[in-house]
């Protein structure tokens, strides 16, 4: 029996009560009481995600209208991530007070109020909504594992929580294939007014759920910045997190570069058209959300988390070694299987590394630890995507950009694979 499973059973032991506590201490969560909290999580982090990736998906139509070139996507999208990463580690304060479901309300409102601030054609209201948008991005993660932590059996953990990481990339694909169809028909600035719509409607949508999942809010829980600082000291000082914490600090820079750039490269560099690139986005995010189910199936039943970790940073350096390559002689066949792959990597370690947080903080911690790791995991987001613009902006290069965040990947790949806990 590993330590993290010692621990979910002090755990279960020490909430248990009634009569039979020797048996209640061995149960786990019924397998049908996943179904709607994962349900529910999913479609949030889905809405979340799509509204994120319209913006690199609308900058390369919007920047003329704004005055800015194109590469200015990547200082968007880190303004961002900034909100996240700020957001994030208070997000243990805001499910003790609302709820799981409740800030996850709260996350959707301030979506939409972002994305109607990016649709007025103004640099600093497109600040304002970017920032708007990260501050409700951040604490989705943390609250959907707040709740998904207490209803999944133990044994299921990576996959479930790759299930509704899967909202991610679903959310991307969505946003790949119909927002640059909304872009056609409405222009820009509407398409970010029709997304937005989208959040309002699931925001209301979760209204019912609050009195089966918010039950364990507490009025009397006051916001304090030790316990910010708390959850971002407890994912390092924890060995057992503290390197997966750090490469997901490079894993995340490559993710936001796919999903932020690979459009604009297509566009720029190959010659694409705004649909035919979009295409491609959707192809990579969906190759993530099958990755995100098997890589967490695997790491669950057959591969330990840590190595299956290390395998996808290996991974993802390949294929961003492979996009490098692309050129207007490639056939578009061949951009979409190397994306695809790519994505598989890149947008499909999420769901196993937010299980392993989850298993060692145990249940009664999830949210905080979750929201400490995302802390480091949204800062490589937030440093990582200003620098690939440097690159791009001082060299003219998508593809010497994509190659040193590979190599980066690829060393947090090979310590992971090569690490003792891996073995």
């Given at each position: 029996?590993?330590?993290?499973?010692?621990?979910?059973?002090?755990?279960?032991?020490?909430?248990?009560?009634?009569?039979?506590?020797?048996?209640?201490?061995?149960?786990?969560?019924?397998?049908?009481?996943?179904i709607v909290p994962v349900a529910l999580t999913l479609a949030v982090q889905a809405v979340v995600s799509m509204s994120s990736v319209a913006i690199p998906v609308l900058t390369p139509v919007a920047a003329g209208e704004l005055g800015v070139p194109p590469s200015y996507v990547?200082?968007?999208?880190?303004?961002?991530?900034?909100?996240?990463?700020?957001?994030?580690?208070?997000?243990?304060?805001?499910?003790?007070?609302?709820?799981?479901?409740?800030?996850?309300?709260?996350?959707?409102?301030?979506?939409?109020l972002g994305?109607?601030?990016?649709?007025?054609?103004?640099?600093?209201?497109?600040?304002?909504?970017?920032?708007?948008?990260?501050?409700?991005?951040?604490?989705?993660?943390?609250?959907?594992?707040?709740?998904?932590?207490?209803?999944?059996?133990?044994?299921?953990?990576?996959?479930?929580?790759?299930?509704?990481?899967?909202?991610?990339?679903?959310?991307?694909?969505?946003?790949?294939?119909?927002?640059?169809?909304?872009?056609?028909?409405f222009g820009w600035k509407m398409s970010a007014i029709w997304v937005a719509a989208l959040s309002v409607i699931l925001c209301v949508g979760l209204q019912p759920f609050r009195k089966q999942f918010d039950r364990e809010r507490s009025h009397r829980s006051r916001f304090s910045w030790k316990n910010v600082i708390q959850a971002i000291k407890m994912t390092m000082a924890q060995s057992e997190l503290r390197q997966i914490v750090i490469a997901s600090f490079f894993f995340s820079t490559m993710q936001l570069c796919l999903i932020s750039f690979i459009v604009t490269y297509l566009i720029e560099d190959i010659g694409m058209t705004l649909i035919l690139a979009g295409m491609v986005l959707s192809a990579a995010q969906a190759s993530g959300i099958i990755g995100r189910v098997v890589w967490g199936a695997l790491a669950d039943r057959f591969v330990k988390p840590r190595l299956m970790l290390g395998i996808l940073g290996i991974g993802m350096a390949a294929g961003a070694l492979a996009a490098t390559g692309f050129s207007p002689q490639w056939p578009y066949s061949a951009i979409l299987l190397v994306s695809a792959v790519f994505g598989a990597a890149a947008i499909g370690w999420n769901g196993v590394?937010?299980?392993?947080?989850?298993?060692?903080?145990?249940?009664?911690?999830?949210?905080?630890a979750t929201g400490g790791a995302l802390f480091f995991t949204f800062c490589g987001i937030l440093l990582g995507l200003?620098?690939?613009?440097?690159?791009?902006?001082?060299?003219?290069?998508?593809?010497?950009?994509?190659?040193?965040?590979?190599?980066?990947?690829?060393?947090?790949?090979?310590?992971?694979?090569?690490?003792?806990?891996?073995?």
């Open positions: 029996m590993t330590k993290q499973t010692q621990r979910h059973k002090k755990m279960l032991a020490a909430t248990a009560s009634g009569p039979s506590e020797a048996e209640k201490t061995l149960q786990t969560p019924a397998i049908s009481g996943v990547g200082i968007f999208m880190s303004l961002l991530y900034l909100g996240a990463t700020v957001s994030a580690p208070v997000s243990g304060y805001f499910i003790d007070r609302f709820g799981p479901i409740g800030l996850s309300q709260i996350c959707l409102v301030l979506t939409a994305l109607g601030a990016v649709s007025i054609p103004s640099v600093p209201m497109v600040v304002v909504g970017t920032l708007l948008m990260g501050i409700g991005y951040g604490p989705v993660t943390p609250a959907s594992s707040h709740l998904l932590v207490r209803t999944t059996p133990y044994s299921m953990m990576s996959v479930v929580f790759s299930i509704k990481q899967t909202g991610v990339p679903l959310g991307g694909a969505l946003a790949g294939a119909i927002v640059p169809q909304l872009v056609a028909f590394y937010l299980a392993e947080v989850a298993r060692v903080a145990t249940p009664e911690h999830a949210g905080m200003p620098a690939f613009s440097l690159i791009i902006e001082t060299t003219g290069s998508y593809a010497l950009g994509f190659g040193a965040a590979a190599m980066a990947t690829l060393a947090c790949g090979v310590v992971l694979a090569f690490s003792r806990a891996s073995r």
